[in-house]
């Protein structure tokens, strides 16, 4: 399987975010949940309105969210 | 109930229309089968086998589609699903396009060789298409559950 080259602490930075749901960050998100869960399973690269979407649900920047490997 | 938890709403969409797009071409198929071999095939023939496959399908989309939708829990499509959609109408129209190219080399090879396959009437025509179209269907149901799979 290709490797996804954008690294995401999603999983990390919900945890910190009082535990919060992959069913709430995806609705914060506008994304389904599955989307989130293919994300934290690194086998999803988001588009970049995604990636800013969801670093700003986390109020972090960008690059605290993805990485580029 | 437990399958149902474990496929989202657009999962179980997708299978429902594959398991559709089996019956119906089985069902087609088992009914045309039959005409080829006794020499029937024609429009006569054909037009209440496809009258049924429609009825078929109607019945079938809303017992089933209907099922889906008050079981699960129904979502807006997102960039991944369209994404996913995208990379599947691709397969689909490849999988058309070889269809195409397989009857315009059919009908090619029969104006050369009518003595070998015979003609290819229009009936057998549509037949044909309708197979690519399945086929076609099939082909873009699977890539999206492939890939709906793969990503979780």
Redesign the interface.
């Known amino acids: 399987m290709k490797e996804q080259r954008i690294k995401n602490q999603i999983r990390r930075l919900r945890f910190e975010a009082n535990e919060m749901t992959q069913a709430e960050l995806a609705e914060k998100a506008s994304v389904t949940r599955q989307t989130i869960i293919a994300l934290e399973a690194q086998k999803y690269s988001p588009s970049l309105e995604l990636a800013f979407r969801i670093a700003k649900v986390f109020d972090v920047p960008l690059e605290k969210a993805f990485q580029y490997n | 109930m437990q399958f149902l938890n474990d496929y989202?709403n657009?999962e179980l969409n997708i299978w429902a229309e594959l398991v559709l797009d089996i019956i119906v071409s089985l069902y087609f198929i088992s009914r045309v089968y039959p005409l080829l071999i006794n020499d029937q095939f024609n429009s006569e023939a054909l037009l209440p086998i496809i009258f049924t496959n429609i009825i078929i399908s109607i019945i079938y989309s809303i017992i089933v589609f209907g099922a889906i939708d008050i079981f699960t829990k129904k979502?807006?499509k997102?960039?991944?699903?369209y994404f996913y959609e995208l990379k599947s109408y691709r397969i689909s129209y490849y999988l058309s396009q070889g269809g195409i190219l397989c009857i315009i080399f059919l009908i090619a090879y029969n104006a050369v060789y009518q003595e070998n396959i015979g003609l290819l009437t229009l009936p057998k025509i549509a037949m044909i298409f309708f197979i690519i179209a399945v086929i076609s269907s099939t082909g873009k149901s699977l890539t999206q559950l492939f890939n709906?799979r793969?990503?979780?």
Not at chain 2, 78 to 81: N, Q, Y
Request: no cysteine.
């Open positions: 989202s657009r979502e807006k997102d960039e991944r699903d709906y793969k990503s979780i």
